[in-house]
């Protein structure tokens, strides 16, 4: 059973900047792809950045590109997002999701374990 845990949420001014990181922790952790996730109230889970495991290839949500990054290390199994230029539209609650089987993956479905979840809150 393996565990992904987040930190880093917390409450910023639009314009501002955060950091969150996922540790992973149990079993072996070999996941194909790490995913970070969002859901604000009322709307649907949505797909924020991605990341190969191995290859460390990157692909990100329209909505976010060239504002977050993500990057992964896989020593110390953990996968961090660095979020710049916030906006009031990037409050939700972050989750960070792992992807076991082969395949990169924009679709919560195609997760196989996810964190209990961060709360960003940008103030406008």
């Known amino acids: 059973q393996v565990t992904l845990a987040e930190s880093g949420g917390g409450l910023v001014q639009a314009g501002g900047s955060l950091s969150l990181s996922c540790a992973a922790s149990?079993?072996?952790?070999?996941?194909?792809?790490m995913g970070w996730f969002r859901q604000a109230p009322g709307k649907e889970r949505e797909f924020v950045a991605g990341i190969r495991w191995n290859a460390g290839t990157t692909y990100y949500a329209d909505s976010v590109k060239g504002r977050f990054t993500i990057s992964r290390d896989n020593a110390k199994n953990t996968v961090s997002l660095q979020m710049n230029s916030l906006k009031p539209d990037d409050t939700a609650v972050y989750y960070c999701?792992?992807?076991?089987?082969?395949?990169?993956?924009?679709?919560?479905?195609?997760?196989?374990?996810w964190g209990q979840g961060t709360q960003v809150t940008v103030s406008s």
């Open positions: 999701a792992g992807r076991t089987r082969y395949g990169t993956s924009r679709y919560k479905e195609d997760y196989d374990a």
């Open positions: 149990g079993r072996t952790f070999s996941p194909y792809t």
